[in-house]
């Protein structure tokens, strides 16, 4: 069975400190992605990761692959309110579309 | 440049009756999938439209078909609808070929239409 798993699922966390939000996938990938999602609100693409030991930074967030683990995470530094949201990680294997994991609700407290 | 439109933003049926649902696809995109996402859950993937025929599928039953129109515009229609088919119904669009020639590649969302079934 296909599947993508994310731990944790609820994170409360305090503004300016630092997290890891993991992304496990149980099968063969190409490549990995991760989305914002606010509530209410779509889907907004951060990272495309497309290669073992992958590393991407954009502002607070950095994410990595390593797909022999078949593993990938999303670390938050100096975290700040803006950044509360749920975030999915998502695989694409080969013979089939996108899997996402099951989200991670992160909510900053000031 | 317009990203991925949807309509209706929110849709209220009730069990038994028929739904359609539209999408625009981001400028310069021409492949088109839909995905269902529940409350809490993450989005699950129902089907992908490619030169107006379904390219691949996921596991849902045949109550959900769509369409793709020459201008790449696509349609999901649900018949039959069911209490569990209340959702947020996702488009998502790519460049043919996305993933497979580099990191610009990936799916853009439109905000959803959000289906209520009571």
């Known amino acids: 069975e296909l599947k993508v798993e994310q731990n944790p699922l609820f994170l409360s966390m305090q503004e300016g400190k630092n997290y890891t939000i993991y992304c496990n996938y149980s099968?063969?990938?190409?490549?990995l992605y991760w989305y914002r999602q606010d509530p209410g609100k779509s889907l907004e693409s951060l990272f495309v990761?497309?290669?073992?030991?992958a590393v991407k930074q954009e502002g607070r967030l950095m994410a990595s692959l390593d797909t022999k683990a078949r593993l990938s995470t999303l670390h938050i530094t100096a975290a700040v309110h803006d950044l509360s949201a749920t975030y999915f990680c998502?695989?694409?294997?080969?013979?089939?579309?996108?899997?996402f994991g099951t989200g991670t609700r992160l909510k900053v407290l000031a | 440049d317009a990203g991925v439109t949807q309509s209706p933003t929110h849709l209220i049926k009730t069990r038994g009756q028929q739904v359609t649902l539209r999408c625009s696809p981001k400028?310069?995109?021409?492949?088109v999938s839909w995905y269902q996402q529940a409350l809490g859950q993450g989005p699950q993937f129902i089907f992908q439209?490619?030169?107006?025929?379904?390219?691949q599928r996921g596991n849902f039953p045949d109550r959900f078909s769509g369409h793709q129109f020459p201008n790449y515009s696509s349609e999901l229609n649900v018949n039959a609808l069911l209490l569990g088919d209340s959702a947020l119904y996702l488009c998502?669009?790519?460049?043919?070929?996305?993933?497979?020639?580099?990191?610009?590649?990936?799916?853009?969302f439109g905000p959803g239409t959000r289906l209520t079934v009571l």
């Open positions: 998502a669009s790519s460049p043919a070929g996305a993933g497979r020639y580099g990191d610009t590649d990936t799916q853009y």
């Open positions: 099968t063969t990938s190409d490549r």
């Open positions: 990761l497309l290669s073992n030991g």
């Open positions: 998502a695989v694409d294997p080969p013979g089939h579309k996108y899997i």
């Open positions: 400028s310069g995109h021409d492949t």
């Open positions: 439209y490619y030169e107006e025929e379904e390219r």
